[in-house]
C-alpha cells in the first residue's frame, strides 16, 4: 500500500501560483481539482461543496453534512465547515474569503454558485482557478503514473479479452457489447467506467459514436474505444485508463487493411514524437503527416490527443496551435483516426508518459488489427 499524495505539497504549490499571479482567494468545487488538492472527490450537486483557499490563510472545505462522512480527514491541510440544510453556503464561504480583490474559481463549479458568489464577492477581479492547478496536475509524480499505469493494464486486459474473441461480437448489438466491455472492466479493477464505444462497420466513421441497437455482422470492423477510472488507493483519487482497438468480424478486405497501416503508421510516429522538449502541436503533425502522405488528410477529423490524469481530459492537449512543449511527467493519449463517411473508420490509442528517457506508452497491448471470429 502506497502512501498517501502530498496534499499540503500541492496546496503550497496552488499558493505560490496563486502569488505569482496575483490571486487573494481560489475556490475549487465539484470537478477534478478537489480530488487532486485534497484527496476528496465532490458529488456533483448543486448542493454546494467548496474548498475555499486563501493565499496567506487555512483552507476549509465547505460542505453540506450529509456529505462530511464521505470525507477522508486530513488535518494540517485543510479544515471542514459542514453546513446544515437550513444554512446559506454561500454566506459561509463569503465568510472564509474575506473581501479579496481577486478571486480564482474551477472550471466545474455549478453557474448558480458562481453567480451567486458574484454578487457577494463585489469588484473582485475573477478568473479561471485552471490557470493555477493545470500545470500542476499536466505533470505526474511518480505515484500517479504508477496509478495510470495499473489503469492502462487493467484496459489491456480488456482489449486482450476482446483480441481472443471472448467478448461475443456477431449476433450482438453494440449496446450489448458495450455492456460487457463495461462490465470487464469493473472486473479488472476499476471503480466507474467513463465510456465504452462500440461502432461497427459504417458507424465506425463516427468518432464517437453511441453504442445502440445495431446487431454486428461477420465482415465489419468493430471499432472499440473504453475506459474508466481506477483508485490510487482506498480512500484516495482514482485514475483514469482510456484505450482504442479496432478488430474485424473476418477477413478484413485489402482497402481496409491498407488503412490500418497507414494509421498504425501514423500513431507510432505520434507516440515516438513525444519527448521531453516538443511541442504538442509536433506530436500532432507527427501523425497528421503520415495520414495526410497516404491521402487520407481531411478524413483525419480530430486532434490526435488529450492529457489524462483524474479527469478523462485535461491538459495538455495535443493539438494544432498548442506549442507548449511537452515536459517530464506529461500524460496523454496518441489517438489518430481515419474516417470515411458511410462506409468505415478505424482509430489506435494509447495514453502514453513523457519522460527524460523518452515516451513511456502504457499499452501495451497488440497494435495491430486482430481478426476475431466471434
Ligand atoms: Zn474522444
Ligand atoms: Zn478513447
Ligand atoms: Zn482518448
Request: glycine share 12%; with cysteine.
Amino acid at each position: 500500500m502506497q502512501s498517501s499524495p502530498d496534499y499540503a505539497g500541492r496546496l503550497d504549490r496552488v499558493r505560490q501560483a496563486m502569488a505569482g499571479r496575483g490571486v487573494d482567494l481560489a475556490l475549487f468545487s465539484v470537478g477534478a481539482d478537489l480530488p487532486y488538492l485534497i484527496g476528496y472527490d465532490a458529488m456533483n450537486l448543486p448542493r454546494l461543496t467548496m474548498l475555499v483557499v486563501p493565499r496567506d490563510g487555512d483552507a476549509t472545505l465547505v460542505i453540506p453534512n450529509l456529505e462530511v462522512a464521505r470525507v477522508v480527514e486530513r488535518p494540517g491541510v485543510f479544515g471542514i465547515r459542514g453546513w446544515a440544510e437550513t444554512e446559506d453556503p454561500i454566506d459561509i464561504v463569503a465568510g472564509l474569503s474575506g473581501s479579496p480583490s481577486s478571486v480564482a474559481v474551477g472550471d466545474q463549479t455549478w453557474a448558480r454558485n458562481v453567480v451567486d458568489l458574484l454578487g457577494r464577492l463585489p469588484g473582485a477581479r475573477w478568473s479561471r482557478a485552471t490557470e493555477l492547478v493545470g500545470p500542476l496536475r499536466a505533470r505526474k509524480d511518480p505515484a500517479e503514473v504508477e496509478a495510470l499505469r495499473t489503469a492502462a493494464q487493467a484496459a489491456d486486459r480488456v482489449a486482450a479479452q476482446l483480441h481472443a474473441g471472448e467478448i461475443p461480437l456477431v449476433g450482438h448489438t453494440e449496446a450489448e457489447v458495450s455492456a460487457e466491455l463495461s462490465r470487464r472492466l469493473l472486473a479488472e479493477g476499476h471503480t466507474h467506467v467513463n465510456f465504452a464505444i462500440v461502432a461497427a462497420g459504417p458507424h465506425a466513421a463516427s468518432p464517437h459514436h453511441e453504442a445502440g441497437a445495431t446487431v454486428i455482422r461477420p465482415g465489419e470492423v468493430v471499432l472499440c474505444d473504453f475506459g474508466g477510472s481506477f483508485p490510487m488507493a482506498d480512500g484516495e483519487p482514482g485514475y483514469c485508463s482510456d484505450i482504442t482497438r479496432c478488430v474485424y468480424t473476418g477477413e478484413p478486405p485489402g482497402e481496409f487493411a491498407e488503412l490500418y497501416a497507414v494509421l498504425w503508421e501514423a500513431q507510432s510516429a505520434a507516440v515516438a514524437a513525444g519527448t521531453v522538449g516538443t511541442p504538442a502541436e509536433e506530436v500532432d503533425g507527427a501523425a497528421r503527416r503520415v495520414i495526410t502522405a497516404a491521402g487520407f488528410g481531411d478524413r483525419f477529423i480530430h486532434r490526435t490527443g488529450h492529457g489524462i490524469g483524474i479527469f478523462e481530459h485535461e491538459d495538455p492537449y495535443i493539438v494544432a496551435g498548442n506549442g507548449v512543449p511537452l515536459e517530464g511527467g506529461n500524460a496523454f493519449s496518441i489517438e489518430p483516426g481515419i474516417y470515411l463517411p458511410g462506409r468505415f473508420g478505424a482509430r489506435l490509442e494509447d495514453i502514453v508518459v513523457a519522460t527524460d528517457d523518452g515516451p513511456d506508452p502504457l499499452n501495451v497491448v497488440e497494435h495491430g488489427l486482430v481478426v476475431v471470429e466471434a
